[in-house]
């Protein structure tokens, strides 16, 4: 062994400890990718463990029975939900598609930039404060919560998930298709909800299965409009319940029965949103093979 | 579209509650809680003449035929009560009848009332004068229940029953009591060997009219809690976690080793938490039960006033059985609805004019104390002074 | 896809129906209500809540944003608590996210092949879509027992000398757990945004470092995150402000307590949480308009920290909406 060290020795010894550097470093991001999964996989796991034994039909065709007695259902919540999810899409789609055809086809590029500055904004707004904002507009001069207040809440939540998929998306349809159309003498407006549209559905279709998850799990807005009813009322102008409502009201309660009941609430949510994002996932698949 | 509706409701409604009002008018029966009537009309009554007055009692079960969905929102203490009659009269007497009541807490109750967002607010405290007066109509507190303030604990693998003195209670929750083995804790409790336990006391992050009960106790008994906290829906609470509603102290009680919470008695022993015995004026340490409730109400609702708006805790000493921290559920009724709510009036009018009488019936199974037949004899009156569009809602 | 739609048949079949009218005008006009309805809402939304917000902002004035009373017997209200709440809870849950969100950017863009990315990927935008009420069961009844048992009890007797161990955790629900669902939920922000930015990093700078000889991590080191980290802020920016405005699961797990406390076991309380658990129940109009004013003051911060973040992550990606549609 010589005392004395070569340039290729510390050249060597220099590698091997960059070289263990990067080993490290790629360990801690494959580690930080395991932690990333990790709360998912855990969730799930215990969504469906604690929620599979009450997920059974009676959840879906009871009502809530009185405090204290096992037994019953969220039928209130699953038809209070399907009513304010279907009518807060029905709403606020086409007024989102119609935004985005905006951004992406008339505004001038400033102006464009500008609208889509203000949906980002919209997504941004914390979904409490919408339910203060549609307390004010719907609930105190109606003098009443109602399903119709919690439907125009989570409409105004679904706009900007719509919108921005679809300003994107639109920007995915070649130009030589509008070419094509405008030099065959199609106005434009026929070109746009005729052919342009058209092409880009599929991927407006993954916007508004994104949006509609993402309406189906908001509680928060909820809170000051829908407010939760134990009855099943299919009234607009009548408080409503929806299953984010009754899970948290049954989560933060006392009772055994009603925590099994927010499990297999939130397995019922859970596996919606999943079965959700499979389903885009299908669509884009097929849609192209590009980068997603 | 949605004003036809109604009124083709309230058409539907007001038929079937004259109906129903022909049929059984001869069957007045004195309304007091110990003779419920019969589920359906009496065949004998169509002889009769219709010479219902306002002085004649209408049945309990007047409301039968009803259809409508009635909204109200308040106190979570009256929520176990409420859901269970509310359940029994569409079970048993008024199909058509929906009772949606949410469990928001009574400072909710309170609030939602007075917005008009609400057909009625329950609360376990009666409005005040101010309170009244920001909602501008006569409104009416109509007590329905008693129930005591159950402070409830969470030791675990501990079997010995605690008992409490009101400067303990008020220890605790000040923060001066920190753990269960206390010297304050252990001469309340001599004979009993308590762990070294951190304590955690949970009050509710809601206003609720349990803290206005359990507070206006402590303020009445321990002069250091009226000075650093005083009484209210809603206090300063020096220091604890805060559980939404009585469900969520119940929970949070339950799910915490060490905890101690006060909540309506049913939640206590429908979770089957331990219950403490408080010290009364009279110097006994007092288990809340049905029999220790209803003797502190007997203390005060025999001078009860007209309006109806009374306190129970601390029962004087001469009532030495009584538990210290009684309380009572109002629900919170307006004196005149607009004729556009005909079908929902009357069919809470008629929903809560089953429920002081039949309804009572129902709450000992469940732990809470039924209205006294003088109170009741009262409350009818409020009840019966209730109008929609101008029109008294009973006969 | 089926049959292309802009084959000559179908232009054609276009064209024979085609006649001058005011299709242009009322599309246009259409489309652009529907822009202004965006808009609309926007100024609505501000204009309802400082309205209603008035009575409270002029009894409680300035010093509500530095006074800690919340005293709803005595009508005196002061917003502090709830803002540090937020604050401190957010920017916690934030640091926690970046470290592992960055990370999970950086090893898909850069390390994972592809059989590991896409399920990565979706796992963690996931992670996105699952509703906050259900991260607040979870961190009830799973999450923070066991945090309290097996992380809080530890370092609390370890590390007890710190003050944010100080305190013995006698209950799971706190600010420690509200920090880390927190932290779970605003990890695929961060991580999407972080992606995109990184992968919007030409490749020529990763190319430069490995033609100098770089192992991949000094390539992603000294070629990569110096030109994303603007970008990267940005993500953190758009992470904190998703923080600020989570109200459910942070509602649940928190503990809802008033107080100005260094120590995580200690329960706290949000902005978005008091709004949850007492606008329904404000018994009094300068009550009501005081939680709105809170409300407001949400508004305006998360407004302020969206557009900060919007305009570095568009400097970095160039324009193009960012961060995935599943944020």
Same mark, same amino acid.
């Given at each position: ?31 930080? !990718? ?34 204290? #007695? ?7 919540? %699953? ?5 304010? %999810? ?132 908001? =509680? ?13 009322? +299919? ?56 980068? &997603? | 579209?949605? =004003? ?27 309304? *007091? ?9 009496? @065949? ?14 209408? @049945? ?145 992050? &809601? ?38 509603? *009585?469900?969520?102290?119940? !929970?949070? %009680? ?66 030495? &059985? ?16 607009? !004729? ?56 | ?22 299709? #242009? ?11 202004? +309805? ?128 100080? +305190? ?12 880390? %669902? ?5 990890? @695929? ?80 309380? =949000? ?6 658990? #007492? ?49």
């Amino acid at each position: 062994m010589t005392p004395a060290l070569t340039g290729a020795d510390i050249r060597g010894r220099h590698l091997r400890r960059r070289q263990a550097r990067d080993r490290l470093m790629r360990a801690l991001l494959w580690c930080s !990718a395991l932690a990333a999964v990790t709360p998912l996989l855990l969730l799930l796991m215990f969504v469906v463990r604690e929620g599979l034994p009450a997920f059974r039909p009676s959840l879906f065709t009871e009502v809530p029975r009185p405090l204290g #007695e096992s037994g019953g259902g969220v039928k209130p919540a %699953v038809v209070g939900s399907l009513i304010m %999810v279907g009518l807060g899409t029905f709403i606020g789609v086409p007024i989102a598609i119609l935004a985005g055809v905006y951004a992406r086809e008339y505004a001038g590029s400033r102006l464009a930039t500008v609208i889509r500055f203000l949906i980002d904004v919209l997504a941004g707004v914390p979904s409490i404060t919408i339910g203060l904002f549609v307390y004010g507009l719907l609930v105190a001069p109606m003098h009443t919560f109602s399903g119709l207040a919690g439907a125009v809440a989570l409409a105004i939540l679904i706009v900007p998930t719509v919108a921005r998929v679809t300003d994107e998306m639109l920007a995915l349809v070649p130009r030589s298709v509008r070419e094509a159309a405008y030099a065959l003498g199609v106005p434009r407006w026929k070109t746009i909800a005729r052919v342009v549209l058209p092409s880009a559905k599929v991927g407006i279709a993954t916007g508004v299965v994104l949006g509609v998850a993402r309406i189906a799990g908001e =509680t928060a807005p909820l809170l000051f409009t829908a407010l939760g009813n134990r009855t099943v009322s +299919t009234s607009l102008v009548r408080p409503m319940d929806a299953l984010p409502l009754r899970i948290y009201v049954y989560a933060t309660g006392p009772y055994r029965s009603w925590h099994q009941q927010a499990w297999a609430a939130s397995l019922l949510l859970v596996l919606l949103v999943l079965g959700f994002s499979l389903i885009t996932r299908l669509l884009l698949r097929r849609r192209a093979p590009g980068p &997603d | 579209m949605l =004003t036809i509706r109604r009124r083709i409701f309230a058409a539907l409604a007001a038929g079937g509650a004259l109906a129903a009002l022909l049929l059984v008018s001869a069957c007045s029966n004195g309304g *007091s809680a110990a003779t419920p009537t019969s589920q359906t009309g009496t @065949p004998a009554a169509t002889g009769t003449s219709p010479a219902a007055t306002s002085s004649v009692t209408p @049945p309990t079960n007047i409301g039968k035929d009803d259809k409508a969905q009635v909204t109200g929102a308040g106190s979570t203490a009256i929520f176990p009560f409420l859901s269970k009659i509310a359940d029994i009269y569409q079970k048993d007497v008024a199909k058509g009848v929906s009772i949606n009541y949410q469990s928001i807490g009574s400072g909710g109750g309170i609030a939602q009332f007075t917005q008009k967002t609400v057909d009625f607010g329950a609360s376990d405290i009666y409005l005040s004068d101010k309170q009244m007066q920001d909602i501008g109509a006569p409104v009416l507190n109509v007590p329905m229940i008693h129930w005591a303030v159950a402070v409830t604990y969470n030791i675990p693998n501990f079997k010995s029953e605690l008992r409490f003195s009101p400067s303990t209670i008020a220890g605790i929750w000040l923060g001066n009591i920190k753990k269960w083995n206390d010297p304050a804790i252990k001469a309340d409790n001599p004979n009993v060997s308590l762990p070294d336990l951190p304590i955690t006391p949970m009050h509710r992050s &809601d206003g609720s009219g349990t803290t206005m009960n359990f507070t206006s106790f402590l303020a009445g008994t321990s002069p250091d809690w009226k000075s650093k906290v005083g009484a209210g829906l809603s206090v300063n609470w020096p220091q604890g976690p805060g559980g939404k509603g *009585s469900e969520g102290v119940t !929970a949070l %009680v339950k799910q915490t080793a060490g905890a101690i919470g006060y909540v309506e008695l049913s939640y206590a022993l429908q979770n089957n938490l331990p219950v403490g015995a408080v010290k009364n004026a009279a110097g006994n340490y007092v288990k809340p039960t049905l029999q220790s409730t209803t003797d502190a109400v007997a203390a005060t609702v025999a001078t009860a006033p007209a309006d109806l708006r009374f306190l129970i805790v601390n029962p004087p000493a001469s009532h030495p &059985d009584a538990y210290p921290i009684g309380a009572s559920t109002w629900v919170l009724l307006y004196k005149d609805y607009p !004729a556009s709510k005909s079908s929902e009036v009357k069919a809470m009018v008629h929903f809560f004019w089953w429920a002081i009488h039949d309804g009572q019936k129902y709450a000992t199974s469940i732990d809470y104390s039924p209205m006294a037949p003088d109170l009741v004899k009262k409350v009818e009156v409020a009840l019966k002074s209730i109008t929609v569009g101008g029109q008294p809602v009973l006969p | 896809m089926t049959a292309a739609p802009y084959e000559p048949g179908r232009v054609r079949a276009l064209l024979a129906r085609r006649r001058p009218g005011f299709g #242009e005008p009322i599309f246009r006009i259409v489309v652009l209500l529907a822009a202004l +309805t965006v808009l609309a809402t926007i100024i609505g939304l501000v204009v309802t809540m400082t309205v209603e917000s008035r009575r409270g902002i002029a009894h409680n004035g300035w010093s509500f944003l530095w006074t800690s009373t919340w005293d709803q017997v005595r009508q005196v209200f002061g917003a502090l608590p709830f803002v540090y709440g937020t604050v401190m809870t957010s920017v916690t849950a934030l640091a926690l996210a970046m470290l592992v969100g960055v990370g999970v950017a950086l090893f898909l863009v850069e390390l994972a092949p592809a059989w590991v990315a896409r399920p990565v990927g979706f796992m963690v935008e996931m992670l996105a879509a699952i509703p906050s009420v259900v991260f607040g069961l979870w961190g009830i009844f799973i999450l923070a027992p066991w945090l309290q048992q097996h992380v809080e009890l530890p370092l609390h007797q370890r590390l007890g000398w710190l003050p944010f161990f100080s +305190t013995y955790p006698t209950t799971a629900v706190g600010n420690f757990a509200a920090i880390v %669902v927190l932290a779970i939920m605003v990890l @695929p922000t961060v991580a999407a945004v972080s992606r995109d930015v990184i992968a919007a990093v030409p490749r020529s700078q990763r190319e430069a470092a490995l033609a100098l000889g770089a192992t991949r991590w000094e390539m992603m080191r000294l070629g990569v995150l110096p030109y994303a980290r603007s970008g990267i802020l940005g993500a953190g920016i758009l992470g904190l402000a998703r923080g600020v405005g989570e109200t459910m699961a942070v509602t649940m797990v928190i503990g809802n307590s008033p107080t100005i406390t260094l120590s995580l076991f200690k329960q706290g309380y =949000t902005m978005a949480s008091v709004i949850a658990n #007492e606008f329904t129940e404000a018994t009094t109009a300068l009550y009501r308009s005081t939680l709105i004013e809170i409300g407001l003051l949400l508004l305006v911060i998360t407004l302020l920290i969206n557009v900060g973040a919007r305009l570095l992550v568009w400097r970095v990606t160039g324009g193009q909406p960012s961060g995935g549609a599943l944020q």
